[in-house]
């Protein structure tokens, strides 16, 4: 990945050449972006974080790290290691995710990835960490369901949202419907304790 002072320290003119190669590789690399979350929901995990990261370095090579897209890409490597157990590296880029789509303010994009960093505490085992992440940055009014394909694409207030009652008394996860509880069972119950 280019560093950040790397892309920022040719200040010399743009020319129309190196103009037009720039929007090309920002196409590209929203095409990738688009490929590589396609590619996740076929469950090819390490296929989807390799195109993220190309994605990443076209992004960031086009058009410097300070831009929404670029989050997007931090997101999507987070989650692609998350599916793939490496929970470090996951960690490390869905916090970077997270301060870039608050400095943004996209609400919803930030607690997606809010949910997707407290999966990675629930996978080791650290539930009251995971509730903290669910509760944090968008504070308690803006929460998205923790089950990934919930139908609903926004945030909901914490009080309209119902805990899994077998981990009730750290209520660590939260979701928008008993539908969306039963569907994500089958993930959460390896994790789910009953405390
Ligand atoms: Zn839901
Ligand atoms: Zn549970």
Known sequence: MLSFSSVTANTSPVTAEQFQQTGEDFTLAGDLTNQA???ARLGRYE?????HSRSLQLKVGSVGRQHPSV?????GLGEAQLKLGR????EVNLRT???????FGQRFEAACSKENLAQVYEMRGDLAQAKDFRKQWGGKEFMVCSHYDCPHSTTF???????????K???SIYYCSIDCQVCDWKRHKRYCKEQ
Do not use: K
């Open 71 to 75: 989050a997007t890409s931090y997101n």
């Open 47 to 51: 296929d989807a974080e390799r195109l």
């Open 157 to 167: 207030p914490f009080n309209e949202l119902r805990a899994c009652s077998r981990c």
């Open 87 to 90: 929970l470090d590296e996951a």
């Open 97 to 103: 995710a997270i301060t870039f789509r608050e400095a």
């Open 169 to 171: 008394v750290s209520t």
């Open 37 to 39: 979350y396609q590619l």
